[in-house]
């Protein structure tokens, strides 16, 4: 049972205080069990090979590196099915994970490839209405944080192919 405390105060106002401290307790640990649930689950499906569903899962658990791990040992065809079946606050989630990925020269190649397969099936105008939810400037944003390390990125190969052919020549 509850505690409550009954105050009087001026003006003749009587506040009712009630502690609530259980209830919150109580709401906490279902919130944590139903999260561990659905990790539970995310797993099922990882080992049930239902990619598809665990990327959707992973994504509404904020589960980035279990997402990046799993979309690694995906094929390009199996992250294009994946990517085109993605509603559009999944997509948003995807790209900002592919903004920190395209950070890092180790997560470098997943981020290019996943953006290659956004931008190869989401035209700019489908992409500001369903995944920006017409706010451009947060579209311009993204995009503009996803530029200087695709550049970086595509230098660095670029310098490597030419080497390569100086290898080959001699």
């Known amino acids: 049972r509850a505690l409550r405390i009954v105050v ?10 009630e502690d609530c ?3 919150k307790k ?18 099922r499906h990882v080992r049930n090979g239902e990619f598809e569903e665990s990327v959707r899962l992973g994504l509404a658990l904020n589960m980035k590196m279990k997402v990046y791990g799993l ?14 079946g993605l509603d559009g606050t999944q997509l948003r989630k995807i790209l900002e994970y592919t903004e920190e990925w395209n950070t890092n020269t180790r997560s470098v190649l997943i981020a ?17 209405d369903e995944v920006y939810a017409g706010n451009k400037q947060q579209l311009l944003q ?3 944080r996803l530029i200087p390390y695709t550049q970086s990125t595509f230098d660095h190969y670029n310098t490597l192919l ?7 020549y001699f």
């Open 8 to 17: 009087g105060g001026t003006g003749r106002v009587i506040d009712i205080l």
């Open 21 to 23: 401290t259980r209830e």
């Open 26 to 43: 109580e709401e906490e640990q279902q919130a944590r069990e139903q999260i561990l649930l659905q990790q539970e689950q995310f797993e």
């Open 71 to 84: 979309l690694t040992q995906l094929d390009h065809d199996k992250k294009e099915l994946i990517l085109t």
């Open 112 to 128: 290019q490839e996943l953006l290659e397969i956004v931008f190869r099936h989401y035209p700019m105008q489908r992409l500001l």
């Open 142 to 144: 993204s995009l503009t």
């Open 162 to 168: 030419v080497n390569s052919c100086i290898l080959s």
